[in-house]
């Protein structure tokens, strides 16, 4: 293995990116700061139906829509009269490596070996880097997963441990390293050492891979009611999971259905922090991933995110660790069905919303995960309480995270926190400021692109970045 | 020196990628005081003691040079006990759907 600097491999980011890719992001660049977010997806050449064919050919997709109708009924003893909207959840874990994001690696690897790459290479700590161990195995590819998997004294985070067996399970090498964004050199790194491809989260085929969830869920709510969802809720990290989701309700007709993203309060942690790395008790699904990614997507590991959440999301809530792991109980104990639990983070959020709706409305979780040693409530409360963490039965609302999980007492309890959005689109925009070229004028190219980006109007943009300039400059 | 680990055999190596002293400049205070680590599995190349400065070659074909920590690393994670904040929400829970509705 060669050892190039830091700065060495960091200077050639741009050219290691573009080569383990294979597309050239240049040709979509529209103005100072905008490019033409349609045309990279659709130039993929995936439509649903040959996404689901490619997809259907390793088992990935099809999951059964499953309606949580004692859950549903313990929210309506808790509503107000008339409310609690029925509760649905489409069942991902049933997914050959357990989760969704089989769907987001299935286009990747399809991808990687029709361009005859060797192997394939993904940065990530999550179920993303077992879906992308598992279809490389089917593909015949060789796998090359990075984890960022245990602190400075060695303690592994127990559902990243789970995640590299399961890893190793399917073939891929693991590279586990200790807590840090350098993380992202080594990967720089790996690829340029193997010339493997990319198969980031944040490519065109990693989100068009998700269509087909938003496409099914749609199908399977209007065959089980004979109507659209009302409130689709996906847990948010990244924002793969809200675009590709919202993408594919909206090819399906599903246009009235609000797009809910739900994540786990975890403000107050630090994410490069080795100290905070094991107080976490959630490795996704929070907001130390959904408040930058959604403020400001390009921060990936790609020139262009394709994940563009504000530009779907009509609601962004918080819910405590402690709602979690209780809702995750609930699910197994009413429901007969052991899942998560980072992804019962919108299952929490779904269990308030629903009593904010008629009983008639319907609600649906868009995914489950797997679970397993490690990757369990009880796996993280131990460590918790190793760490010295407080656990305790109590009300939410005294949750904080690091130092004291709150698990609810009662489930009148569980409730969800209001994200501002317009705070949200206001910080995405001051980013957008800062990323244009000194001296450069806003087009009304960018103007468009930034209006699309925030689901705002030009002018409105305008108005916003005016104010931002008058208090910066 | 230990005992010599035959060639061939699963094991797991160590390295260093970046010292404390040269971390990223972003990174904060606690993590910049310590190194930058990599732990990887694979199959010993020639036969070595725990310690050595080795060669493996990776599941995914690649020759990696650490220092030989480990042979054979299990897999440690678990469950643990039961979590007592969580034993009794079930029954909780199925006792509120078994109360007759109010309204």
């Known amino acids: 293995m060669t050892t190039e600097s830091y700065a060495t491999i960091m200077a050639q980011r741009a050219a290691i990116i573009r080569a383990s890719v294979g597309l050239d992001y240049e040709q979509y660049v529209a103005g100072a700061l905008g490019f033409d977010y349609e045309r990279l997806l659709t130039d993929t050449g995936y439509d649903i139906e040959t996404t689901r064919r490619v997809q259907r050919r390793t088992a990935v997709g099809d999951t059964p829509l499953v309606e949580l109708r004692q859950i549903t009924e313990l929210a309506r003893r808790v509503a107000p009269p008339g409310k609690g909207a029925r509760i649905f959840v489409k069942d991902e874990a049933a997914n050959p490596s357990g989760s969704f994001k089989d769907r987001r690696a299935s286009l990747s690897v399809h991808e990687a070996k029709q361009r005859g790459y060797a192997g394939v290479v993904a940065a990530t700590s999550g179920n993303y880097g077992a879906a992308v161990a598992s279809q490389a195995a089917k593909a015949g590819l060789r796998c090359i997963i990075v984890q960022e998997a245990f602190d400075s004294r060695g303690v592994a985070q127990p559902e990243i441990e789970e995640k590299t067996r399961a890893c190793e399970a399917y073939g891929a090498?693991?590279?586990?390293?200790?807590?840090?964004?350098?993380?992202?050199?080594?990967?720089?790194?790996?690829?340029?050492?193997?010339?493997?491809?990319?198969?980031?989260?944040?490519?065109?085929?990693?989100?068009?891979?998700?269509?087909?969830?938003?496409?099914?869920?749609?199908?399977?709510?209007?065959?089980?009611?004979?109507?659209?969802?009302?409130?689709?809720?996906?847990?948010?990290?990244?924002?793969?999971n809200v675009t590709g989701t919202a993408r594919g309700l909206r090819k399906a007709g599903a246009v009235n259905s609000a797009m809910v993203a739900a994540s786990v309060d975890l403000s107050g942690l630090h994410?490069?922090?080795?100290?905070?790395?094991?107080?976490?008790?959630?490795?996704?699904?929070?907001?130390?991933?959904?408040?930058?990614?959604?403020?400001?997507?390009?921060?990936?590991?790609?020139?262009?995110?394709?994940?563009?959440?504000?530009r779907y999301l009509d609601r962004f809530v918080t819910v405590t660790q402690g709602e979690v792991f209780y809702i995750t109980q609930v699910l197994a104990e009413l429901e007969g069905m052991e899942r998560g639990p980072a992804g019962n983070t919108s299952l929490a959020a779904a269990f308030a919303i629903a009593q904010e709706l008629d009983e008639d409305r319907l609600v649906v979780v868009q995914e489950t995960e797997y679970t397993g040693a490690g990757k369990h409530p009880l796996a993280q409360l131990n460590l918790a309480k190793r760490l010295g963490i407080e656990v305790r039965r109590g009300d939410p609302r005294d949750n904080k995270p690091g130092e004291r999980i709150v698990i609810p007492e009662h489930p009148s309890q569980l409730g969800v926190v209001d994200v501002d959005l317009d705070r949200i689109r206001r910080e995405y925009l001051r980013h957008a400021i800062q990323s244009l070229p000194a001296g450069?004028?806003?087009?009304?190219?960018?103007?468009?692109?930034?209006?699309?980006?925030?689901?705002?109007?030009?002018?409105?943009?305008?108005?916003?970045?005016?104010?931002?300039?008058?208090k910066t400059r | 020196m230990g005992e010599a680990i035959a060639e061939g055999t699963w094991v797991e190596i160590r390295r260093i990628v970046l010292p404390a002293g040269e971390r990223a400049p972003q990174v904060p205070?606690?993590?910049?005081?310590?190194?930058?680590?990599?732990?990887?599995?694979?199959?010993?190349?020639?036969?070595?003691?725990?310690?050595?400065?080795?060669?493996?070659?990776?599941?995914?074909?690649?020759?990696?040079?650490?220092?030989?920590?480990?042979?054979?690393?299990?897999?440690?994670?678990?469950?643990?006990?039961?979590?007592?904040?969580?034993?009794?929400?079930?029954?909780?829970?199925?006792a509120m759907l078994r109360e007759p509705e109010e309204n």
């Open chain 1, 173 to 240: 090498e693991v590279m586990r390293l200790s807590v840090g964004p350098e993380l992202f050199y080594v990967f720089l790194r790996t690829l340029k050492e193997t010339g493997y491809f990319n198969a980031s989260l944040y490519t065109p085929y990693s989100i068009v891979g998700i269509e087909t969830l938003g496409d099914e869920l749609a199908g399977q709510v209007k065959e089980q009611t004979g109507r659209n969802p009302d409130v689709v809720i996906a847990t948010h990290a990244g924002g793969g």
């Open chain 1, 271 to 310: 994410m490069a922090s080795d100290r905070d790395f094991n107080r976490k008790s959630f490795t996704t699904g929070h907001t130390g991933f959904s408040m930058p990614f959604t403020t400001w997507p390009d921060r990936a590991d790609v020139p262009r995110n394709a994940a563009r959440p504000l």
């Open chain 1, 440 to 470: 450069e004028p806003l087009s009304d190219v960018d103007g468009e692109f930034l209006a699309a980006e925030t689901r705002t109007s030009p002018s409105h943009v305008r108005k916003v970045i005016d104010e931002l300039c008058g």
């Open chain 2, 29 to 94: 205070a606690d993590t910049r005081a310590v190194p930058l680590e990599m732990r990887v599995k694979g199959f010993l190349l020639a036969p070595a003691a725990l310690g050595d400065e080795v060669e493996i070659a990776t599941r995914a074909g690649r020759r990696l040079r650490g220092t030989l920590t480990q042979i054979n690393p299990a897999y440690t994670h678990s469950f643990g006990a039961p979590v007592p904040e969580l034993s009794t929400i079930g029954d909780e829970v199925r």
